[in-house]
C-alpha cells in the first residue's frame, strides 16, 4: 500500500508563479524526501526532511513537515519551465526490522514560459 | 559521480519468457531496491537488498525474484513474464546504517510484455 499521498495530482501554473505540492501519509516517519522525475527518466533526490525539523530550503525550494498532521508541502518559488517534471515524496519507516522508502502517486507539474 | 546503471532502457519480451533486470551501483552501497512505476500509482516497492545475499519482499514481490551475489549488482528476475508486469523498472542504492539517506536512481528499464 501506498504511504504517501500527495495533491494535487495535476498542477499546471506559469513561469514565475510558485507551486505548492502537498503529501499526506499514514504512519510514522524517520524522514519524509521529496524526488523530481523528468519524463521517462529515473528519480532525482531535491531535498530530505528529518522527523524532528518543521522546515527546510534548499535553493529555490522550500519543504515544510507537520508530523501532527502527518503531511509535508513542497513550494518552488519563481517557477521556470525546466521545473516542469513530475515530484513525489517518499516517507522513511522503520517496519520489520528494516527502513523502508515508500512513494507516493506523485504530482505532475506543468510550468509554460 | 556516483552512478546507478540498469542494463537495459527498452526490452520487449513475449509471455512466459524469463527476464533479467540488471542493476549496478558504483558507490558501494550497502542497500538496494527495485521499484515499478505505473500511471496514478507512483512507485511500488518490489524487493529490497540490505547486504549481499540477502533479500526482503517489498509490497508486490508476486512474481518477481531477485538476486544479490555482489555488493555492486543487484538483479530483477521475471520467472514467466506477463502482460501485467509490463511497466517502468527502476533500481535505486543508498548507504547503510541507521542514519538512513537519499536515494540514487538509475535510469529506468521500461519492459514490454507481449
Known amino acids: 500500500s501506498q504511504q504517501g499521498e500527495e495533491d494535487p495530482q495535476a498542477l499546471s501554473i506559469q513561469e514565475g508563479e510558485n507551486a505548492t505540492m502537498n503529501c499526506s501519509y499514514k504512519?510514522?516517519?524517520?524522514?519524509l524526501q521529496w524526488y523530481r522525475q523528468n519524463s521517462g527518466r529515473g528519480l532525482v533526490h531535491l531535498i530530505l526532511i528529518r522527523s524532528n525539523e518543521r522546515e527546510k530550503h534548499s535553493g529555490r525550494l522550500r519543504v515544510t513537515l507537520d508530523t501532527s498532521k502527518k503531511s509535508s508541502s513542497l513550494l518552488i518559488t519563481a517557477s521556470r519551465a525546466a521545473d516542469t517534471a513530475s515530484y513525489f515524496c517518499a516517507t522513511d519507516r522503520w517496519g520489520g526490522g528494516y527502513n523502508k522508502l515508500i512513494f507516493g502517486a506523485g504530482t505532475r507539474l506543468a510550468v509554460h514560459p | 559521480d556516483v552512478k546507478v546503471t540498469q542494463s537495459s532502457r527498452y526490452l520487449v519480451k513475449r509471455t512466459g519468457e524469463k527476464v533479467f533486470l540488471e542493476c549496478v551501483q558504483d558507490?558501494?552501497?550497502?542497500?538496494m531496491f527495485w521499484y515499478r512505476q505505473d500511471p496514478g500509482l507512483g512507485l511500488r516497492l518490489i524487493y529490497f537488498s540490505y547486504d549481499v545475499k540477502m533479500k526482503e519482499k517489498g509490497d508486490i514481490p508476486e512474481g518477481y525474484s531477485v538476486s544479490r551475489e555482489k555488493k555492486e549488482r543487484f538483479s530483477l528476475i521475471l520467472e514467466s513474464a506477463s502482460t501485467n508486469q509490463t511497466s517502468m523498472y527502476l533500481c535505486?542504492?543508498?548507504?547503510?546504517?541507521?542514519?538512513?539517506?537519499?536515494?540514487?536512481f538509475g535510469e529506468g528499464s521500461r519492459l514490454t510484455v507481449l
Open positions: 535505486a542504492s543508498r548507504r547503510g546504517g541507521t542514519n538512513t539517506g537519499e536515494l540514487f
Open positions: 558507490m558501494d552501497h550497502e542497500n
Open positions: 504512519t510514522s516517519i524517520n524522514n
